[in-house]
Every structure is written in C-alpha cells, then in structure tokens.
DNA sequence: AAAGATTCATACCGGTTGGTATCTAGAGAG
DNA sequence: CTCTCTAGATACCAACCGGTATGAATCTTT
C-alpha cells in the first residue's frame, strides 16, 4: 500500500498542523485530529518530528515566515519603488481579500498572542519573523526617503514598528468582526498613515 | 471554619480566574490551578459557576468591560474637551507603565484573539466591549470635528476603528518583545496618527 | 540476495481535563 | 428546637491529551 515517500508525507503533515493550529490554535491544535486529516498516523508523526512542539516550530519556520517571504518581503526587497510596492501590496490586500480569509485570523498574529509568553522557543522564531518584517519595512521607509517620497523627520523605524504592529491589529478586529468590510476600512487607515508621512505638497 | 460570605467568595473565584486567563489565555487555564489560588474547592466553584465558559464571561463582562469603562470610557464620555482627554491618557500610558505590565498583553487583546473564533459567546461579548470602544473613540473625534480640532473630512468611524485596531496592535507587540521600550514607540506612533487629523495649522 | 536502515502502523501509558454526585456545616425562619 | 435552604468540601468519572515502545513493511546498500 501506498508509500508517497517520506518528504510528501512531510509537507503532507506539516499542511495539515498548519491548518489545524490556523484554526484551533497551537495548544488547543489537536494531535489526533491532524493525523485524522491526514489518514496518518503517530508513528509517521513522531517519525518526522520528535515533538508537538517542533512539529509548531516547523509550521513557523517552513509556512508561516516562507509564505510572508514569498508574497511580500522579497518583492518589498527586489522593488526599485518599494513604497508603491508596499501601497499596492496594501491595495491588493484590502480588494482582494475575501471574508473567508479573515474568519481565522492572521496565522502569525495568532500565534504571537497565544504563544509568546508561553513557549521562549516560538517566541524566539515568532520575534525573528516580526523583526525581519519590521526591518523590510524601515528599508522602504529609508528608500522612500532617498526617493525624497517620505519626510526627513521621520522616524523609520518607530514607523515601521507601528505599521506592523497596527497591521496585525486590523488582522485581530476583522477576525473578531468576521468580516472584510472592517478589514479594508481598517487598512485604509493604516494607508493613510503611510502617506501622511509624505512631504506636503 | 472561616464562611466569608458568598459574594466574597464569588469575587475571589472571579479575580482568581481572570488573572489564570492572563496568564495562560482561557481555553489553556486550569480550574485546578484557579482553586488552588483560592484555597477553595470545586464545590464551591460550580456552586457560583454553572460551568467554566460561564466563569469565563463573567471575567469578560465584570472585570475586563468594567476596567476599561472606569479607566477610559467613562472619563471620556464626560470630559469637556475629550480629544486631550483622550491624548492624556495615550500619554499616561507611555510614561507610566512598567515592563510587567506588558509581559502578559492586554487582556481584552487576549482574549479576542483567541475565543472569538472558538466560541460565539465569547465572541458576542468581546464585540460588545469593542464596538463600545469604538463608539466612545468615534464620539470623541466627532466632538473634536466640532471643536474645530479634527478635519471635517476625517471619516471618524474609520478612524476610530483604527485607533481600536492599532491600540490593540501595540498591545500585541510589546506582549512578543516583552518591553515597555516597544510600546511607548509603538504608542507614540499612534498619537502622531491622530494628531494627523487635525487641521493643518 | 543478504543485511541494515527508513518509514510508518498499532497498541498502550500516565497525567490532566472539565464536570458531577454526594455529603456536611451553618444560617435564617417558623 | 426543628426544618429548610444555601455554601462549600470530597471523591469520583469518562474523555482526551502528548508521548513511547514495539513491530511490520519497504527501500537502500553491499
């Protein structure tokens, strides 16, 4: 019977306690259940990670900071214009965005409320991840201000502190509201923000 | 032995349980432990308590609600100038809280964050705290319009909105770097948002 | 083809969870 | 003095948790 070799059954499991943690959250993420979606079961599990809690690091590690990677730090760091990059990312995020998307919150936000203060390891990677983030935005910030688009007298990296900070607070309220209309009506705001940074006209 | 009386009692459960649900969020807290903190047993728990979501509520609507009303929305709804009112406040906050304070986040923040997807009860009255939040903040701003302090084109829903969102969203942030540090710059950022709605001078 | 290492399944474990059934002690009413 | 109602204690339960030990395939290496 179906061996799919030992890295799909990996990733395999690996999707799948992402899913479960997006949803329950890490410590309320079931064991039995991932293996229940998987068709797995312990025995593959352990194989693979010697812990819950790697297994959490791992979705961290592997989809949580890879995907903001792919979708918006490594664009943010190729542009030639990263704050219209940074703008249009907003845009997209705010048009795009379904309601689906917001029922179960941010995933990084999530586990930074639920875990930070429990687990010094994923608060140690979770940091990581907010860090890089913040840095990618204050680069844009520094750039936008050499492409004299943002004011001398800004402080980039409290502003890049904030916009992180503030996104992941739209985040919370449009999953407590269930809905994307408070979304975007919230990161309008926060886009403003970033234009009231700008040198006036 | 030492009857206290029963209300007494209830409020020892009560505060004993929301500073266990700070702490460890509320799906994670432990009844045993909260008792143990008491001194008391299950009995009399489940006497005042139907069940453990009950005890969870009546945190949120006799601790967390009644908090934020004393500390921040009742000063604010009768202040004659509420817009510095509500700038005083962000201030007391910066200067004045203590690295401690953050360690364990904002309690609302928590909780929102973690049960409005899990349970719809808990969803139903953490919305309740946070629309009235907004509400408050939004006819703060409104007043402000009228004292000519804020631009009439500021959309005051929208901004009061974000003003909830990004609070919450400094909160969670100086909750992960564990420093008071993070949220006075954080904070600061969020006064000069609202300072960005006033008329250009 | 024999031997060894991966890969996964099965069965089981101790500990903890929220919840309940039962009992006792005290207070107030008649 | 007795009856009743409340406040709280004790003991117990089934369900679930993460984790482990063992065994059976399958693949790789020699």
Not at 61 to 90: F, K, Q, S
Not at 172 to 201: E, I, Y
Request: proline share 3%.
């Amino acid at each position: 019977m179906s061996h799919l070799g030992p890295d799909q059954t990996r990733t395999k499991i690996l999707l799948a306690a992402a899913a479960e943690i997006h949803r329950q959250g890490f410590q309320a993420a079931s064991i039995a259940h991932i293996l229940a979606d998987t068709g797995l079961t312990k025995g593959a599990l352990y194989h693979h990670f010697p812990s819950k809690q790697a297994l959490g690091l791992a979705v961290v590690d592997e989809v949580v900071l890879i995907g903001l990677e792919a979708r918006l730090l490594t664009p943010l760091r190729e542009a030639d214009e990263p704050l219209d990059t940074l703008l249009a990312y907003m845009d997209s995020r705010i048009h795009v965005m379904t309601d689906d998307a917001f029922k179960l919150g941010c995933p990084l936000n999530n586990l930074v409320q639920e875990m930070s203060l429990v687990d010094d390891e994923f608060k140690a990677h979770l940091d990581h991840i907010l860090q890089t983030w913040q840095a990618v935005i204050e680069h844009t910030l520094i750039r936008g201000q050499e492409q004299h688009r943002i004011r001398g007298d800004v402080d980039c990296n409290a502003a890049a502190l904030f916009i992180v900070s503030a996104w992941e607070g739209c985040w919370g309220m449009a999953k407590n509201r269930q809905s994307a209309h408070t979304f975007r009506l919230c990161m309008t705001q926060l886009q403003q923000f970033v234009l009231s940074l700008a040198p006036r006209a």
